[in-house]
């Protein structure tokens, strides 16, 4: 609680009355006081009265930054230039009794306490700085809201106070902490901490974070083990209510968040009496570390944990006043000297008691014994600061405009009253001397710049706060975290950076799958599908790789497809071309015996011209199988298949030629009849060109509808890009091929009927058994065809192709040359009746 007053001093300068409201630890405890008016033109008055008490000394840093700017500001000749500053300092505890007792003390100015009357004499007050916590604040707003007196706090944010219509008269220091959520919640996304547990104060500052850090945390996939609140007072907790806490130690959330009013942390340390963290990082507000250092048992849970604090800039000046002060310069400050004697055991010459002992040469709080940290200004010293200037220049400015408007009153005591100040510290803004801009408006909490520092303790009982980082939020979509990781302390029992899951991470290649009934950050990992990767940590899903990428084994890199083609070097395109050679060869072998004994009478039955034709379609029908090979071009594409249709055509409409022959002949037995005709005339040799063009026709169309061209394959082969020739239109392809299946099937039932007919040299039989491979073989080729891909496919037309040729060459044309080179005693005339007369006898 602060109070500012008017102190009348007949030819001297105006001195204005403040009450700093300081803030001690302890079950049982009246404050201490101490008046200090003007700049030591007055003698102190002391009272005090305790009891058992616990003292948090670093928290006089809030006097030494009130001081200070109060010395500014009286130093100061533009800043209130007819007015001296002076303070008072009250101390206050937990506990509304002390609250009111001190706040009735302020009012009244008497150790009897008469409300609504005052015995101060000396001097009006105007405002109000106090609240470290902001129940202390709200407790006495109601009774400061009766005479409309400026409050300003400078603990931290507190929703709650922000309220207008049941505090307008309070003004908050610091600004929104709205932001604090985001800057945790990027500090654990950051090192993947995802299983937190959180420790908030059971108030509504503590659900308004909870909310705010649930919400982003949803957002964000990160999930809470558990959600502590901690009540006010210690007394609350119940043995059987912490029996839950010994879970907590061995839980796998290794990141413990902790926020609240500072009231919070004496539940916190009763509850660290139960409950050592040793293997646990802390994540808190900066308000939490400033008692965590006076507190013994808990300082070895809180090492190596972070702290969020407001960005603020070094004060000019004030760290040089920490080192130097000491109590003779403030023989009036009661609490000064018992700190003091507290840290040097001693008192310097000058002090309230007198000298007490020998103090060392170095007694300063530069040299500070013990846990406490005199020279790192909190925040709120910082806001304390702010706040003396703030009352300060609204004060000046009502000044001002009262002298331009000629004001009654005495020039040297004018008159001001508390509720003036109120629309100038709404408007008020100003630049400190730190370069930071200070004001109460709205703007300012839309913006958060946060410093992080690492809790840092050493054997001797000495820690630090070491900054390792900053978060800024401009907005809500420009947020950034830097840390410098290389100066961070882990808490003892980790090594290296801690991990914080619910179970084990998923690395690179796998994926989580959420289990059903658990939190989403309870997972297992399963590994990609075969196409697909992931290449960081604990992925969502697994992106499949590009068309000219595939995965590696680990499937957690995409990897360049080579391209490919089935190629002569292939050890299957070495297969297939030898085969193909090789039933050339022999196909030009035969048609070479054939020209040799073309005077035979073997090699005269059944058309000798159509024998030769039949063998050179079955020569280029071998041949045409080596466009299949090496790498597509696209005149290799048409090729293919046009080469493939029509040599194919010639090779079966030759031996559907050679089948109507041997009909034909057998069939004549009266000379002029027309079958005679037809067999004179050679009539069955147009069979080959009508056939042969029509699937030329076909043919034509197929390349002028859809011809084929090359297509790359990106998904036969996993790990390359097979280089294939499209068939273009498939209909015109399964048109091809069903031509010359319909020829086939001709061929086979005209054979079939024919091949009990009666000769020495009748080659029906071979013709038919040809046909029923060929037609076997193509038949099995469309199943086959469409089950395999990329250079297999290929490899199966290749097999059909050399296949159905060979079983036409093998079963027409190997038997009669059995007979031409192996017996040729009976490819004669001679022996041709020898066989006639032996069957006719």
Known sequence: MVQLSFLSRPKDKMTVNWVFINFVHGPELNTGQACIWGKKKQTSQLSTDSKSYKWLWKNYQYVLAFCFAIQEINKDPQLLPNLTLGFQLYNSVTSGQFTLRSTLHWLTGNIHFIPNYTCQTQGKTVAIIAGTMSAFSAEIGTMLELYKTPQITYGPFDPMLSERDKFPSLYQMATSDSSLACGMLSLLLHFGWIWVVIFVSNDMKGEKFLQDIQTEMVKKGLCLANIIKLPDTKSRYEKTEISFLAGLRISSANVHILYGDVRSVYTMEFLSKFYLTLGKVWIMA???????????????????????????????????????????????????????????????????????????????????????????????????????????????????????????????????????????????????????????????????????????????????????????????????????????????????????????????????????????????????????????????????????????????????????????????????????????????????????????????????????????????????????????????????????????????????????????????????????????????????????????????????ISPPFIELDAHSEPDHIILVCNKGSATAFYCVLGYLGSLALASFTVAFLARNLPDTFNEAKFLTFSVLVFCSVWVTFLPVYHSTKGKVMVAVEIFSILASSAGLLGCIFLPKCYIILIKPDKNSLKALKNQRSSRGS
């Not at 048992?297 to 080192?323: A, D, R, T």
């Not at 310069?329 to 309230?352: I, K, M, N, R, V």
């Not at 995409?558 to 085969?579: N, R």
């Open 286 to 704: 900066a308000k939490w570390e400033i008692v965590v250092k006076e507190t013994d048992h808990m300082l070895h849970s809180f090492h190596g944990g972070f702290s969020f604090s407001y960005h603020k800039e070094e004060i000019p000046g004030l760290n040089h006043f920490v080192k130097t002060v000491d109590p003779s310069h403030y023989p009036e400050d009661f609490f000064l000297s018992q700190l003091w004697l507290h840290a040097f055991h001693c008192l310097p010459t000058g002090s309230l008691c007198g000298t007490i002992g020998v103090c060392p040469p170095n007694a300063s709080f530069e040299f500070f014994p013990g846990r406490i940290d005199m020279l790192t200004i909190s925040d709120s010293s910082y806001f304390i600061y702010n706040a003396v200037y703030a009352v300060a220049h609204a004060l000046h400015k009502m000044l001002s405009e009262q002298i331009e408007k000629g004001s009654p009153g005495d020039a040297t005591q004018p008159r001001i009253f508390p509720w003036q100040l109120h629309p100038l510290l709404k408007k008020i803004q100003f630049t400190n001397s730190a370069g930071e801009d200070v004001s109460f408006h709205e703007t300012r909490h839309h913006m958060a710049h946060y410093d992080i520092h690492n809790i840092v303790n050493f054997p001797a009982g000495f820690r630090l706060l070491i900054k390792i980082g900053e978060f800024s939020s401009e907005s809500a979509h420009d947020q950034g975290l830097v840390l410098n990781e290389e100066m961070i302390e882990w808490p003892i029992a980790f090594k290296k950076t801690p991990q914080s899951l619910c179970g084990q991470r998923c690395g690179p290649g796998f994926r989580k799958m959420p289990q059903e009934g658990r939190a989403v950050c309870c997972y297992i990992c399963v590994i990609c599908p075969e196409r697909d990767i992931s290449n960081h940590t604990d992925a969502e899903q697994c992106n499949p790789c590009a068309d000219h990428e595939y995965p590696n084994m680990e499937r957690n890199r995409c990897l360049p497809k080579l391209v490919t083609f089935l190629a002569f070097e292939d050890d299957l395109g070495k297969a297939l071309a030898s085969v193909a050679l090789c039933f050339s060869v022999l196909t030009a072998a035969v048609l070479w015996v054939f020209v040799k004994h073309q005077d035979t009478p073997i090699v005269k039955a059944n058309n000798r011209t159509l024998s030769y034709i039949l063998l050179i379609t079955l020569l280029l029908c071998f041949l045409c199988s080596l466009l299949f090979l090496g790498r597509p071009n696209t005149a290799t594409c048409l090729l293919q298949q046009i080469a493939f249709g029509l040599v194919f055509t010639v090779a079966v409409s030759t031996v559907l030629a050679k089948t109507i022959t041997v009909i034909l002949a057998f069939k004549v037995t009266k000379p002029g009849r027309s079958i005679r005709r037809l067999l004179v005339s050679g009539a069955s040799n147009f069979i080959i060109p009508i056939c042969s063009l029509i699937q030329l026709a076909l043919c034509g169309i197929w390349l002028g």
